[in-house]
Nanobody, 121 residues
Framework: QVQLVESGGGLVQAGGSLRLSCAAS????????MAWYRQAPGKQRELVAS???????????NYADPLKGRFTISRDDAKNTVYLQMNSLKPEDTAVYYC???????????WGQGTQVTVSS
């Protein structure tokens, strides 16, 4: 089992920044990548960014095209934590942001409980 705990959400004005954190615990060796997703009201959950884990294969990132340049995903292997730095926030970035961990091979994926990000205009 892997537990994911998100933090860092909140209310911010347009143009501002927030950094989300996702701390993973438990059977960390069963996961090989982590990601951030978001879900706005009335919309489907969408991928924001992902990053691979591990000393030799870690650090490979992938971003949703519209968010490239404003959002940055990073990791701290020592803390088993993944971050999402969000800059130049827009009202349309308002959503619940979820952390996800991808299982290796046939291992299952895991989800955090979500953290609300609200960007006011």
């Amino acid at each position: 089992q892997v537990q994911l705990v998100e933090s860092g959400g909140g209310l911010v004005q347009a143009g501002g920044s927030l950094r989300l954190s996702c701390a993973a615990s438990g059977n960390i060796f069963s996961i090989n990548a982590m990601a951030w997703y978001r879900q706005a009201p009335g919309k489907q959950r969408e991928l924001v960014a992902s990053i691979t884990l591990g000393r030799t294969t870690g650090g490979i990132t992938n971003y949703a095209d519209p968010l490239k340049g404003r959002f940055t995903i990073s990791r701290d292997d020592a803390k088993n934590t993944v971050y999402l730095q969000m800059n130049s926030l827009k009202p349309e970035d308002t959503a619940v942001y979820y952390c996800a961990a991808y299982g290796r091979g046939t291992s299952r994926d895991y989800w955090g409980q979500g953290t609300q990000v609200t960007v006011s205009s």
